[in-house]
């Protein structure tokens, strides 16, 4: 059973461009998160998604930012615009259901430039 | 809301000495409580959890936490560091209460872990 998987591991992008991350769970996990990781900080919660589901947007800003997680394929983060302040490592997550651990995949990291 | 404080950015121990990492935390009704460590441009790995029943968890690589109700605390211990246990470490709450949005995993800023050899 693979783990998390998100590609890709390294991202750059110019000012202004759009950014795509993407996140497949493991098998049978149908919850997906995101967090986002600042130089020299925490995680901060994101975004919580089911199937087809927005379940949860409240740590993700309003303007630019969006996520999806389709009945077919992979989740989705999109940041359109990119400023510099984007540039973070961000992680998905996904669980079987709520109250189990998250499982994290290993991460991709924008930089903006 | 719900909140976790790691008090200590750094940690250092001597391998071969106990270690521990400090965690308090702030949340309505009994918690989940989660460790997991993050090695260098990599995700985090899970460690260990606390739901219900006995206080003193174990968890992997010969990790262990103690759940203190009365203290708000749910610090990670280990009897004998070894060096390959230098990371960051994240201690990480979650509300159990329903509550028709998402019950997300709120996480402390991180503590780095350095055993010297």
């Known amino acids: 059973n693979a783990g998390v998987m998100q590609n890709p591991r390294h991202l750059v992008r110019r000012r202004g461009q759009e950014a795509r991350l993407r996140c497949s769970p493991m098998?049978?996990?149908?919850?997906v998160y995101w967090y986002r990781q600042l130089p020299e900080e925490g995680l901060k919660f994101m975004v919580y998604?089911?199937?087809?589901?927005?379940?949860?947007e409240s740590g993700m800003p309003k303007e630019r930012f969006s996520a999806e997680f389709p009945k077919e394929g992979p989740s989705i983060l999109r940041i359109q615009q990119v400023v510099r302040g984007d540039s973070a490592a961000y992680f998905c997550?996904?669980?079987?259901?709520?109250?189990?651990?998250?499982?994290f995949g290993q991460g991709t990291r924008l930089t903006v430039v | 809301a719900q909140s976790v404080a790691q008090p200590e950015d750094q940690v250092n121990v001597a391998e071969g000495n106990p270690l521990t990492v400090k965690c308090t935390y702030s949340?309505?009704?009994?918690?989940?409580l989660f460790w997991y460590v993050q090695y260098p441009n990599r995700g985090l790995q899970f460690l260990l959890k606390y739901i219900t029943g006995d206080n003193l968890v174990k968890g992997s690589y010969g990790f262990e936490a103690e759940f203190n109700k009365s203290q708000t605390s749910f610090h990670l211990k280990k009897p004998s560091a070894l060096v390959s246990d230098s990371a960051l470490y994240f201690c990480a709450v979650r509300d159990p209460r329903p509550s028709g949005s998402a019950r997300q995993l709120t996480f402390g800023s991180g503590t780095q872990l350095t055993v010297l050899p």
């Open positions: 998604l089911q199937k087809e589901n927005i379940i949860d």
């Open positions: 997550a996904s669980s079987p259901v709520r109250d189990t651990e998250a499982f």
């Open positions: 098998k049978g996990h149908s919850h």
């Open positions: 949340v309505s009704g009994n918690p989940y």
